[in-house]
T-cell receptor, first 112, second 117 residues
Framework: AQSVTQLGSHVSVSEGALVLLRCNYS??????LFWYVQYPNQGLQLLLK??????LVKGINGFEAEFKKSETSFHLTKPSAHMSDAAEYFC??????????FGKGTRLSVIA | GAVVSQHPSWVICKSGTSVKIECRSL??????MFWYRQFPKQSLMLMAT?????????EQGVEKDKFLINHASLTLSTLTVTSAHPEDSSFYIC?????????????FGPGTRLTVL
């Protein structure tokens, strides 16, 4: 069985500050890990994914995430927050031929 | 990137009627699509797995006679909410699986807002 825990249902940062959204996973097999972003009343957009290649994954919009097996973590970061980054972020885990299991989401607010 | 569309983007219907939602992969073929339901300020709940040419696999607690899924081609899956009631009002999102190298990635549609009066 797989599961994802996103620490913090709501994160608020100032514009230009570091963004850190935390995600820890549980998986009995090598996981595939994903971060998606959802803007209000829209579907999910893939930010980045880890699929057992490089542990530091770079995604769109300046986001990146690092897979740390020892910590079972896949935290999402961005050096400098922009107002347009305000959205809901979902971490998800899957394995070969299994559906995605989503975390509960973290709402990111960016303060001017 | 891979594009997935949904139609309609929103629909309002009367209680007791049926509503069909389409999910299309526009620039790739998808043998597998997923249907999710999302309540306000909550995460996505997987409803069913739609496989081209075979019956859908429903998650526990999801009524298969209530939510009919048809995956008639490699680019189209449909979800029909039969005899809709107000409690079926929700945001329905589909995703299509694209094989990229040795891994599968889900690409999501923009969602369909269903309101049942």
């Amino acid at each position: 069985a797989q599961s994802v825990t996103q620490l913090g249902s709501h994160v608020s940062v100032s514009e230009g500050a570091l963004v850190l959204l935390r995600c820890n996973y549980s998986s009995s097999v090598p996981p595939y890990l994903f971060w998606y972003v959802q803007y209000p009343n829209q579907g999910l957009q893939l930010l980045l994914k880890y699929t057992s290649a490089a542990t530091l994954v770079k995604g769109i919009n300046g986001f990146e995430a690092e897979f740390k097996k020892s910590e079972t973590s896949f935290h999402l970061t961005k050096p400098s927050a922009h107002m347009s980054d305000a959205a809901e972020y979902f971490c998800a885990v899957s394995a070969e031929n299994t559906p995605l299991v989503f975390g509960k989401g973290t709402r990111l607010s960016v303060i001017a | 990137g891979a594009v997935v569309s949904q139609h309609p983007s929103w629909v309002i219907c009367k209680s007791g009627t049926s509503v069909k939602i389409e999910c299309r992969s526009l620039d790739f073929q998808a043998t597998t699509m997923f249907w999710y339901r999302q309540f306000p300020k909550q995460s996505l709940m997987l409803m069913a797995t739609s496989n081209e040419g075979s019956k859908a696999t429903y998650e526990q607690g999801v009524e298969k006679d209530k939510f009919l899924i048809n995956h008639a081609s490699l680019t189209l899956s449909t979800l029909t909410v039969t005899s809709a009631h107000p409690e079926d009002s929700s945001f329905y999102i589909c995703s299509a699986v694209m094989r990229e190298g040795t891994t599968d990635t889900q690409y999501f549609g923009p969602g369909t807002r269903l309101t049942v009066l």
